[in-house]
């Protein structure tokens, strides 16, 4: 292969990488902003409308505020890089046992796994024969981690 295709084929790789950073960073920074945005849509409609500086200060950064004061007055990387994941984790985990809990205690047990695997199991099993046949799996990767299965009931590439 010549040295321009090489040069030429990782620039190509390198714009690929960068641009999938870039549109990550964005759609992170838009949610960020609707976030703000309805911290301070919620606290103006507390007050009538219009807030003081004070308020829009609680409304902006009162979690990081409370992390700066529980650590402190200072907070470094780390320390912030564990509240930021022991968030994002909460965040998974409330999801989960939301979508598990049949109950609607709060709790997740064998029994709401069970109950949940019944139902899923249930909707691939198209024909109702209690097996899930592969032409019974969905196509274009619309279960799981959107993996096509081949012809021999492995995963292919990602979709």
């Given at each position: 292969m010549r040295t321009t295709t090489k040069l030429a084929l990782a620039f190509v790789?390198?714009?690929?990488?960068?641009?999938?950073?870039?549109?990550a960073e964005n759609?992170?920074?838009?949610?960020?902003?609707e976030?703000?945005?309805?911290?301070?849509?919620?606290?103006?409609?507390?007050?009538?409308?219009?807030?003081s500086f004070d308020q829009f200060s609680d409304a902006m950064n009162a979690r990081l505020k409370k992390l700066v004061a529980d650590n402190g007055g200072k907070l470094?990387?780390?320390?912030?890089?564990?509240?930021?994941?022991?968030?994002?984790?909460?965040?998974m985990a409330k999801r989960i046992i939301a979508r598990y809990d049949t109950k609607g205690d709060g709790t997740l047990t064998s029994d709401d796994i069970t109950s949940r695997e019944k139902k899923v199991?249930?909707?691939?099993?198209?024909?109702?024969?209690?097996?899930?046949?592969?032409?019974?799996?969905?196509?274009?990767?619309?279960?799981?981690?959107?993996?096509?299965?081949?012809?021999?009931?492995?995963?292919?590439?990602?979709?």
């Open positions: 790789a390198l714009a690929g990488a960068v641009g999938t950073t870039a549109y759609n992170a920074s838009e949610k960020m902003r976030g703000t945005m309805m911290r301070l849509n919620r606290a103006m409609s507390d007050s009538n409308g219009t807030i470094t990387v780390a320390q912030l890089a564990d509240a930021l994941e022991k968030a994002r984790f909460e965040q199991f249930a909707m691939l099993d198209r024909n109702n024969d209690g097996k899930i046949e592969k032409s019974e799996l969905p196509k274009g990767g619309r279960f799981g981690r959107h993996r096509q299965w081949d012809g021999d009931g492995n995963e292919g590439d990602m979709q």
